[in-house]
Each structure stands twice: as C-alpha cells, then as structure tokens.
C-alpha cells in the first residue's frame, strides 16, 4: 500500500494505522474529527452506520470480520449514512449473501463515508474501554508529522456541546402509513423524531399503527390538535440534557396522551418527570447487552447503542424502574401507570 492509501486514527495518545477503503478522506489529507466508540454487534453494520444516532461518532466494530453481507437498499435505518467513519480490523472484499447489492467499500463510497481497516480493532476497544469514549480524528499516513497541530484543533471540537438531535431529525411531519406495511390502520399515533430508525417506524406500521412523524421540536399543543392514540418518543444522538425542548413538549403531554419512549424517548421522558441523566464512560453499543425484566424476572438479550443513562435516584415516586442492565446496573426502562408512560432504554424492535 502506498501512503496516501494508509491512514492513521488518532485517539488520545494512541495512533492505530491502517488502510482506507470507501470514500476519500475530505480534501486533499483530512483531518476527519469523531467522537470514538465501539459497537459489539456481530452483524448488522448497514443499519449501524445508517442510524442516526451515531451522529458526530467514528464507529469501531469489535468482530473480526465486515463487509461478509455487502450492502442492500433495505438494511438501512435512513436515507444516509450518519456515522463520520467506520473502523474494523477485516475487509471482507467479496461478500457472499443472496440479499446483497454491492459491497460495503462502493456503499461508503456512495455515502461518501471513510472506512479503516487492519486496525487492531482489540487493542482500540480495550483502550476505550479503560479510558472511556474519546474524541479523535483521522488522517492520511502521509500527514503524520502534521499530528500535533491537529490536536490543537481536536481540542477545539466538543461533542457533547453539540445539539446532534436538531441536526439529525426532518425538518417537517411526514407519515408512515399501516397499509404500506400490509396492515389495517387501527391507531393515530405521533412519533417525535430525535433521530427515529426506520425498522421502528416499520414495526410500529405492521401492529396498525398510521404515524405522523414530527420535528425533535414540534409544539405540544400541535401534538394534541391531532388528537392521536398516542406519542412515540424516539431513538437520537447526544446529550440529552440539551434537548431542553423536547423536554418542555413531553411534560406539556403527560397524562394527557398515552406515551411510549426507546433509547432518546426513554431520557427525554425520565426528564420531563423530574429525572436527571448522566455520560456513561464508554455507553452500551452492540445486539448484545444483558438487561433483567424486573417485572417478569427475565433477562432479556437486547440491542443498544447510548452513551448516556437515566440516573435511577432520582425518578420520582410515581415512576417504576422496569428494567435494569445486568452488565453495569443502569436503568434500562420506566413505568408511569398514573401518566399512562412507559419506556425501555434499549431498541425493542
């Protein structure tokens, strides 16, 4: 490989090289700046780095192998990759799957995204892990002496200041219609987008739901004009402590409209009921994570991707934590029977 074809990340103190593949670093030598996490998922890199919640984030997948399954129209979470860059250890150049398309290099190539691979994808786990997420940046090898100015610049660039949810969601209401997913329309229900998956909306579509699909701000009284069966509160990126109006629109809902929150949703309700929520060090990412059904004393493998928690202390009396995970004791979910309020932290579709 010649030098314009390695690249280097850079995270913290450590720098892990390896070779691009998708599209072209931005410009001429970069730099590509992102918010470093790790994903445990052992499939499902399509509707990774298409979930808008990964917004602002350099994504690293821990399997040993991406790219077996190509790239398809429908394994997309929306109409574009959100994540800045995806970091593996192997390239699968040839997938081989009947569901394939292209490959997943001429897919980021497309979305113009950025992909690095033979990188020791364990070592880098292991380092965040200990760390905690951390902000870093990619570059051409060729760029490497250009390192410390860089960092001047990754001191500048602050992730958790950014509001990512008004970045990410439509910027007017759209619908999802039960009939597009062959069922009868049996309910209204508005759905918030934070940063929504499509497979929600599709699930919510398939059990006769017709779902109005509105801005992260979209006023409360808007909401109930509609007169809905209910408000769905979705999955988002970032800091939820910043979305302060969606919190505002949630407490102006509550008890007047039944309300069902994931991920984002969960958050956002705990803190229109007074709750408070925290950073976690390196957030739950991956189809695997361990979470307890403290109602029916099942333990449930289920699909996250947070980096943020609902600080169960300080939920109010009237609120019930229904989940917890298993892993590091967080709340994974809330019941509110006086409000008609539920949620689950992690992604029941």
Same mark, same amino acid.
């Given at each position: 490989?010649?030098?314009?074809?390695?690249?280097?990340?850079?995270?913290?103190?450590?720098?892990?090289?390896?070779?691009?593949?998708?599209?072209?670093?931005?410009?001429?030598?970069?730099?590509?700046?992102?918010?470093?996490?790790?994903?445990?998922?052992?499939?499902?890199?399509?509707?990774?780095?298409?979930?808008?919640?990964?917004?602002?984030?350099?994504?690293?997948?821990?399997?040993?192998?991406?790219?077996?399954?190509?790239?398809? $129209?429908?394994?997309?979470?929306?109409?574009?990759?959100?994540?800045?860059?995806?970091?593996?250890?192997?390239? @699968?150049?040839?997938?081989?799957?009947?569901?394939?398309?292209?490959?997943?290099?001429?897919?980021?190539?497309?979305?113009? @995204?950025?992909?690095? @691979?033979?990188?020791?994808?364990?070592?880098?786990?292991?380092?965040?892990?200990?760390?905690?997420?951390?902000?870093?940046?990619?570059?051409?090898?060729?760029?490497?002496? $250009?390192?410390?100015?860089?960092?001047?610049?990754?001191?500048?660039?602050?992730?958790?200041?950014?509001?990512?949810?008004?970045?990410?969601?439509?910027?007017?209401?759209?619908?999802?219609?039960?009939?597009?997913?062959?069922?009868?329309?049996?309910?209204?229900?508005?759905?918030?987008?934070?940063?929504?998956?499509?497979?929600?909306?599709?699930?919510?579509?398939?059990?006769?739901?017709?779902?109005?699909?509105?801005?992260?701000?979209?006023?409360?009284?808007?909401?109930?004009?509609?007169?809905?069966?209910?408000?769905?509160?979705?999955?988002?990126?970032?800091?939820?402590?910043?979305?302060?109006?969606?919190?505002?629109?949630?407490?102006?809902?509550?008890?007047?409209?039944?309300?069902?929150?994931?991920?984002?949703?969960?958050?956002?309700?705990?803190?229109?009921?007074?709750?408070?929520?925290? $950073?976690?060090?390196?957030?739950?990412?991956?189809?695997?994570?361990?979470?307890?059904?403290?109602? $029916?004393?099942?333990?449930?493998?289920?699909?996250?991707?947070?980096?943020?928690?609902?600080?169960?202390?300080?939920?109010?009396?009237?609120?019930?934590?229904?989940?917890?995970?298993?892993?590091?004791?967080?709340?994974?979910?809330?019941?509110?029977?006086?409000?008609?309020?539920?949620?689950?932290?992690?992604?029941?579709?």
């Amino acid at each position: 490989m010649t030098a314009q074809n390695r690249g280097l990340l850079v995270v913290g103190d450590q720098i892990f090289e390896g070779d691009f593949f998708g599209a072209n670093l931005q410009g001429s030598s970069g730099p590509l700046f992102g918010e470093v996490v790790f994903n445990t998922s052992m499939t499902g890199y399509q509707e990774v780095m298409t979930d808008p919640s990964y917004a602002g984030q350099i994504v690293v997948f821990t399997t040993a192998q991406v790219g077996n399954t190509g790239a398809n $129209k429908v394994d997309v979470e929306s109409s574009r990759v959100h994540a800045n860059a995806m970091i593996i250890a192997n390239y @699968t150049a040839q997938p081989s799957n009947f569901r394939s398309e292209q490959s997943l290099d001429q897919f980021l190539k497309d979305q113009n @995204t950025v992909g690095l @691979t033979d990188i020791d994808t364990r070592a880098l786990t292991l380092f965040l892990r200990d760390r905690g997420v951390t902000p870093g940046f990619i570059i051409s090898a060729s760029d490497r002496e $250009k390192i410390p100015q860089i960092k001047e610049q990754l001191a500048k660039q602050d992730y958790g200041s950014v509001d990512w949810i008004l970045k990410v969601t439509t910027k007017a209401p759209y619908w999802m219609r039960a009939k597009e997913q062959g069922a009868e329309a049996k309910y209204k229900v508005v759905a918030y987008d934070y940063g929504i998956k499509m497979q929600l909306l599709r699930d919510l579509a398939k059990r006769g739901c017709d779902i109005m699909v509105v801005p992260a701000d979209y006023p409360a009284e808007k909401v109930l004009a509609e007169k809905p069966n209910g408000v769905f509160l979705s999955n988002g990126p970032g800091d939820p402590s910043l979305a302060t109006y969606a919190v505002q629109n949630v407490k102006a809902l509550l008890g007047k409209l039944p309300i069902f929150g994931v991920c984002m949703g969960h958050q956002v309700l705990a803190m229109a009921l007074g709750a408070k929520t925290y $950073k976690l060090k390196f957030g739950h990412r991956g189809g695997n994570q361990p979470v307890k059904n403290l109602e $029916k004393g099942l333990v449930e493998i289920s699909s996250h991707n947070h980096g943020y928690a609902v600080d169960e202390k300080t939920l109010p009396k009237e609120a019930t934590q229904s989940h917890v995970n298993l892993n590091d004791g967080c709340c994974e979910g809330l019941t509110v029977p006086s409000k008609q309020a539920f949620s689950v932290q992690y992604h029941p579709e």
